[in-house]
């Protein structure tokens, strides 16, 4: 067992640097393929004064002169050891983990991830633990009532809810759930340490509507796999031993039912950990994925390069964990290892 | 019931008593009589056989006996009496109080029956203290280890952490009899318990089976396809047809001097271990020139060692798997076939004999060269085929052919079964789908389907059904040699009975040589002419198939044909017998 976990994590920093790899090849070299001349880069990167001076300065930051092997490894140097910038006269510490800085806000780009990363988590978790909860019991009720009011109605909706993005349904809840209702305040990020009670309710809004979306492709695959469980020959056995049906259902037929749907909860978990872009996006919450989408619109090259790497990192730090859990699920999987 | 031995069990009140049932499914296109007024009683500690092929509604009949039927859309009239227990009109609790607590069940597929995910001492725990909700703990653990070690799981206290799919089939179904003895019950009901197993470890829970029932009292109620597979272990039978009681007396009486013709042709279906494979093609052909065959009689077959060069000649293979494990990822070697050599002659039908895990599908793996022998050579028609690159053995691919075991997953579901048969020619490099059509039609006449099943899907057909059709396309290229591995243990008797008569009729129309893989050893007989005897990659016996059967050399042969059910309920007592003193003088015959 230890040799698969030290075998994993091996796996797990090999995969992290062939994203980097990939992100790296994709901002800095993908132009480059296109025709892009070093100059014309330094001057996407320059930021708000092209200068003559200013390009070259940027240029020598960034060693777009250099090779392209020298430029990853001094990126990937950064990210280990830390950097070293001159402005003009002025040398700035980049300490490790340095991802570079931003071009518009001469920000620091992993602090300034940091800075954001409460509210994304915040929201991430809450909502995670929201729609595994809701969607898990509404597919097993689902499955249990089949071709009940209850199956038709949480069917449909769920399959209203995949199909329609944050941003409609976002702005439907704001407008009846907050101004119309006012059965919640408007989303805001209160630190949980300040006041949990703020964080909580600040949150809710946001967490409901992250939430419905997932939850209603829980409740689908629950549904989908408790169906397939009950018509298992050990449900069968189970009843057959006497046991009451709300036992032969939690205790027999949900756990293989939820096996599969561990998989989907770790790669959804990282994802939404790399940044929630559209939710935060519709309640103005400052997190990674509103980071994210404000240097997309201002080609900040480096923030998004290390906010890519940054979900990379959750998605592959998420799988991870959902592999280990695995064997303690499943115990036929401990035997094939 | 009223049976002499028997006689003073007449006096006790039956535990079970079945009066009038009848149970209905409503379809779409009308009501399925699944079960008509079906009547019978089995008294306390009597043992009751249920026989019937697959449709004749004896698993219907053992779930609603369990109260299983409730949940579904069966519909149920009639009378149901369980240990005082009116399983019809009761309400749920009470029939949860009498499952697993009066009547217990044992089923058919021991690989599926056990929850993956719980060790089997949780799942007999849990079965003791839903019916025991004031024992604690400890309690119900101490029981479980108890019942394990009744049943003969070895070091009971250790394997009762471990999980289903660290034990065997014969294991996991020893467990399951294990959970069902857990809380004493009155009945032991078993639906084919035995029918995913090989012959040895049938025999070993067969004969487990009828020594609790006599230790305990239990009354045994046995449901199987198989009349041999009961005719040992219970007094009285029923024989059922289409939901409906054919027939039903004592043992003796019944498979003695049978009454009813569905009896007698069950009957005539079994294989028989006695019988020689002369006498069973004597009997084919008799059969078969009443009927009128378009087909010129084949010459007599070729002797076969005559100096004639053989067709395919095998020598000294072995199959090496690595087995992975051990701390440091350490890994072992593991021979599934260990230097197996044999002869094959044109015309001939060899069959391959053992238990699984014995390397006979391996070995018909390599032959077929879907696996590459790890040692040894393969030369088919003088041609050396042992390492020959994929891309050279498709062209010889026409001239060996294969039937599988399961022909519920080894037919495409999503192809009809016209391009399922059709399939080899396309990638032979026939191109002209009208040819295609009619040849594939052709022979789906000759296997005994209609030509217009063409474009049917598998799922519309029975086992057997889809069986000749797996038939059907191993012959469409007209190969020299055909695989059948295990091709009919998943099969009724009755169903069994009329497959291997095609596979008889088609070796002689078609030239065919045939290598019979199979763990039953009267199917081989009837079809073989000679056999080999394998056991842990190795071939322990081997010769002319009368010879083995008749005068057996190494033990494992003999304990082979030990095991083999057989009809007679005395003889099979005395193989009981037989068996018992075979294992109590080795030890070294542990238990599957």
């Known amino acids: ?337 | 019931m009223t049976t002499p031995e028997t006689g003073n069990r007449n006096d006790a009140l039956p535990v079970v008593s079945v009066r009038d049932l009848s149970i209905t499914f409503p379809t779409a296109d009308g009501d399925v009589h699944a079960v008509k007024n079906l009547s019978f009683e089995v008294a306390q500690g009597g043992a009751l056989g249920v026989v019937g092929e697959s449709g004749s509604g004896k698993s219907v009949t053992s779930l609603a006996l369990m109260g299983l039927h409730r949940g579904t859309r069966a519909r149920i009239s009639g009378e149901i009496r369980i240990a005082g227990t009116d399983v019809v009109t009761a309400d749920d609790r009470t029939i949860r109080a009498m499952r697993g607590n009066d009547i217990a069940m044992v089923f058919q597929d021991p690989m599926s029956s056990l929850h993956p995910q719980y060790t089997i001492g949780n799942q007999l725990v849990e079965a003791y203290l839903t019916h025991r909700p004031g024992a604690g703990k400890a309690e119900a653990r101490r029981r479980a280890v108890e019942v394990l070690d009744r049943v003969g799981i070895p070091e009971p206290a250790r394997r009762i952490n471990s999980y289903p799919h660290e034990f065997s089939g014969g294991m996991r179904q020893r467990v399951l009899i294990a959970m069902g003895l857990v809380c004493e019950p009155k009945v032991l009901l078993a639906d084919e318990p035995t029918t995913a197993l090989d012959v040895t470890v049938q025999a070993q829970i067969l004969d487990l089976l009828d020594e609790l029932r006599r230790d305990l009292g239990m009354a045994l109620i046995l449901v199987s396809h198989d009349l041999a597979v009961v005719a040992g272990s219970v007094d009285e039978v029923l024989v059922m047809r289409k939901g409906e009681a054919v027939e039903r007396g004592d043992v003796r009486r019944v498979l003695g001097s049978p009454q009813h013709p569905y009896t007698r042709q069950l009957l005539a279906a079994v294989p028989r271990v006695e019988v020689t494979r002369a006498q069973r093609r004597a009997q084919l052909r008799a059969e078969r020139e009443g009927r009128p065959v378009p087909v010129a009689a084949e010459p007599p077959r070729p002797a076969g060692q005559t100096g004639e060069e053989p067709l395919l000649v095998v020598r000294d293979v072995r199959q090496r798997f690595r087995i992975r494990g051990g701390l440091f990822g350490s890994s072992t070697d593991f021979y599934a076939v260990d230097g197996v050599s044999f002869d094959l002659y044109r015309g001939e039908t060899l069959g391959v004999v053992g238990e699984s895990g014995s390397g006979k599908s391996t070995l018909s793996r390599m032959v077929m060269r879907l696996l590459e022998p790890t040692e040894g050579s393969i030369v088919f028609q003088g041609r050396d085929i042992t390492h020959l690159p994929e891309r050279k053995m498709r062209p010889l691919r026409r001239d060996i052919q294969m039937v599988f075991q399961n022909p519920y997953s080894s037919l495409n579901p999503r192809m009809t079964v016209g391009e399922s048969i059709g399939a080899p020619l396309r990638i032979q490099g026939e191109r002209n789908s009208k040819l295609i059509r009619s040849r594939v039609q052709e022979l789906l006449e000759r296997v005994g389907l209609e030509p217009s099943h063409y474009n049917r899907f598998p799922h519309a057909f029975s086992g057997g059904q889809r069986q000749r059709i797996a038939i059907a396309r191993a012959l469409i290229l007209r190969p020299k040699l055909v695989i059948c591995d295990e091709p009919v243990s998943a099969l009724d008797v009755s169903t069994q009975d009329q497959v291997l008569r095609l596979l008889a009729e088609l070796q002689e129309d078609f030239d065919l040589t045939l290598i019979f893989v199979a763990h039953d050893l009267a199917v081989v007989r009837q079809i073989s002419d000679r056999v080999l005897v394998m056991c842990k990659g190795k071939i322990v016996e081997t010769g002319d198939s009368d010879e083995v059967y008749e005068n057996p050399q190494h033990p494992y042969t003999r304990q082979l044909l030990a095991a083999a059910p057989v009809l007679d309920p005395d003889e099979a007592r005395a193989h009981r017998a037989e068996r018992a003193r075979l294992r109590g003088g080795q030890p070294q015959a542990e238990a599957v």
């Open chain 1, 1 to 337: 067992m230890l040799r698969y976990i030290l075998r994993r994590l091996g796996a797990s920093v090999v995969l992290l640097l062939v994203v980097t790899l990939m992100t790296f090849v994709i901002f800095y070299v993908v132009p480059r393929l296109a025709g892009r001349t070093t100059e014309q880069l330094a001057t996407m990167y320059v930021g708000r004064a092209p200068t003559e001076a200013a390009i070259q300065a940027t240029i020598q930051r960034l060693n777009l002169d250099q090779p392209l092997v020298l430029q990853f490894w001094e990126f990937v140097k950064g990210i280990f050891v830390g950097a070293e910038y001159t402005f003009g006269n002025d040398v700035v510490q980049c300490s490790a983990p340095c991802f570079g800085y931003s071009f518009q806000t001469y920000q620091e780009v992993f602090p300034a991830i940091l800075d954001r990363l409460p509210v994304t988590f915040s929201l991430g978790l809450g909502a995670a633990v929201l729609w595994l909860l809701g969607g898990v019991a509404v597919g097993v009720v689902s499955a249990v009532k089949k071709g009940s009011i209850f199956d038709r109605i949480s069917m449909g909706l769920a399959l209203a809810a995949v199909s329609l993005p944050i941003f409609f349904t976002g702005q439907l809840a704001l407008a009846f759930l907050v101004h119309d209702w006012d059965l919640f305040p408007n989303a805001r990020y209160t630190p949980f340490t300040e006041d949990p009670v703020a964080w909580a309710s600040g949150l809710m809004l946001p967490w409901l509507t992250l939430a419905f979306l997932h939850a209603a492709q829980y409740a689908r695959q629950t549904r989908a796999g408790m169906l397939e469980t009950m018509g298992e020959d050990y449900i069968r056995t189970a009843r057959a031993k006497g046991l009451k049906e709300s036992r032969v259902i939690l205790k027999h037929a949900l756990r293989p039912a939820l096996t599969p749907i561990l998989t989907i909860f770790g790669l959804d978990v990282g994802m939404v950990l790399g940044g929630a872009v559209l939710t935060e996006q519709v309640y103005s919450l400052n997190g990674i994925g509103r980071y994210a989408v404000t240097a997309i619109v201002q080609s900040d090259l480096p923030v998004i390069l290390g906010v890519t790497l940054f979900g990379a990192f959750f998605i592959v730090l998420c799988n991870l964990a959902v592999d280990l859990l695995y064997p303690l699920v499943d115990p036929r999987v401990r035997a094939a290892r």
